[in-house]
C-alpha cells in the first residue's frame, strides 16, 4: 500500500515503514505527526486519487529526529569584473518514519522502533 502526501510544499510517495526527510516540523523526537493532505491512496488492484485530497485519508507518522542538512555552498562570480561572493546554507529538516496509511476503505499499519 502506497501513498502520496502533501507537506513543506512538495509531494512525496509514501509506504508504511520509509523514512523520509521533509521539511521542519515542530514536533520533538518520537512524537506522532499526522499528515491530512493526502492527494492519492493505492494498493495492488484499488487506487483512489484525491479532488484533490482523499476523503478520511490520513498518514501517521513518528518523528525520528531533528537536524539541518550539509552546507550548500553558493558562489557569484563575474570574469574581469572585480566581483566575487560566497555564500553557505543549511535547511534545517525533520526526518520521520511513516507508521501508518488510512483512509475510506484503505488501512494499513506498521509496527517499529526507534533505533538509530
Do not use: C, W
Not at 502506497?2 to 509514501?14: F, L, P, S
Not at 482523499?54 to 557569484?76: D, H, N
Not at 529538516?93 to 496509511?101: G, L
Request: glycine letters at 8%; hydrophobic letters at 35%.
Amino acid at each position: 500500500m502506497y501513498a502520496v502526501i502533501k507537506t513543506g510544499g512538495k509531494q512525496y510517495k509514501v509506504r508504511p515503514g520509509d523514512v523520509l526527510k521533509i521539511e521542519k516540523l515542530t514536533a520533538e523526537a518520537g512524537e506522532n505527526v499526522d499528515f491530512d493532505q493526502v492527494l492519492l491512496v493505492g494498493d495492488d488492484d484499488k487506487v483512489e486519487v484525491g479532488t484533490p485530497i482523499v476523503s478520511g485519508g490520513k498518514v501517521s507518522a513518528t518523528v525520528r529526529l531533528q537536524a539541518r542538512a550539509p552546507k550548500v555552498k553558493i558562489i557569484k562570480f563575474r570574469r574581469r569584473k572585480h566581483y566575487r561572493k560566497q555564500m553557505g546554507h543549511r535547511q534545517y529538516y525533520t526526518e520521520v518514519q511513516v507508521t501508518q496509511i488510512a483512509a475510506d476503505g484503505f488501512t494499513t499499519a506498521i509496527h517499529t522502533s526507534l533505533d538509530k
